[in-house]
């Protein structure tokens, strides 16, 4: 059975201050692992594709890597609009079943 | 837009009155799912289908049941409601194959009395 564990829970940043976030996972044959942003009471907005250890994407302030058992989710100098709760997934190779995390919820006060 | 669109976005109801809630994407994605998302629990999948008239159960299906005529529409029935079912309600859509990234509505929150 495919497993994610996201830590820590809850995280409370100072405007500017870097830090990450981290993601276990265990997964039979990993398809690809899935960064997710997601705003109360919104649905989840895709951020990054992870498919092979070694591999790192970018995007504005956030850099996602893959290692074969986690991911980091890196947050450089952030701002209050980075204030979501991220979530991480894995699709193994069983196709069917997107397993989720139950997410970091990240605070970024000014 | 490309988009995945749900309604109703908010639902109250009473125990045993039968539902729906639309789900339909404009993506001509084949692959659509329904999930619940609960405070601590997480995200979890209902049911999935991955073509018109294939559809098969997630981690947590009872109480509930989908249809897929057509490939842009994929509705959640509930047929007796319970409060149980009380949640928010995901449907998101991707193209074939498991490595492409599942795009998400906006949500239904429904509330069983």
């Known amino acids: 059975e495919d497993q994610v564990t996201q830590s820590p829970e809850a995280l409370r940043l100072q405007e500017g201050e870097s830090s990450s976030l981290n993601c276990s996972y265990t997964?039979?044959?990993?398809?690809?692992l899935f960064w997710y942003r997601q705003d109360p009471g919104k649905g989840p907005e895709f951020l990054f594709t992870?498919?092979?250890a070694g591999e790192e994407k970018e995007k504005e302030r956030l850099k996602a890597t893959l290692t074969k058992k986690e991911s980091f989710l890196h947050i450089t100098a952030p701002k209050p609009e980075d204030s979501a709760t991220y979530l991480c997934?894995?699709?193994?190779?069983?196709?069917?079943?997107?397993?989720f995390g139950k997410g970091t919820m990240l605070l970024v006060s000014p | 837009e490309a988009q995945v669109t749900q309604n109703p976005r908010y639902l109250i109801t009473v125990t045993g009155k039968k539902l729906t809630v639309t789900c339909s994407q404009n993506?001509?994605?084949?692959?659509m799912s329904w999930y619940r998302q609960d405070p601590g629990l997480g995200l979890r999948q209902i049911y999935y289908?991955?073509?018109?008239?294939?559809?098969d159960k997630g981690d947590v299906p009872e109480g509930y049941k989908v249809s897929r005529k057509e490939k842009r529409n994929f509705p959640l029935i509930l047929e007796s409601p319970s409060p149980n079912q009380t949640s928010l309600y995901f449907c998101?859509?991707?193209?074939?194959?498991?490595?492409?990234?599942?795009?998400f509505g906006p949500g239904t929150r429904l509330t069983v009395t």
């Open positions: 997964v039979s044959g990993l398809r690809g």
């Open positions: 998101a859509s991707k193209a074939g194959g498991p490595s492409y990234e599942q795009y």
């Open positions: 997934a894995v699709q193994g190779s069983g196709y069917s079943t997107l397993t």
């Open positions: 993506m001509n994605h084949e692959y």
């Open positions: 289908s991955m073509n018109v008239e294939v559809t």
């Open positions: 992870l498919y092979s």
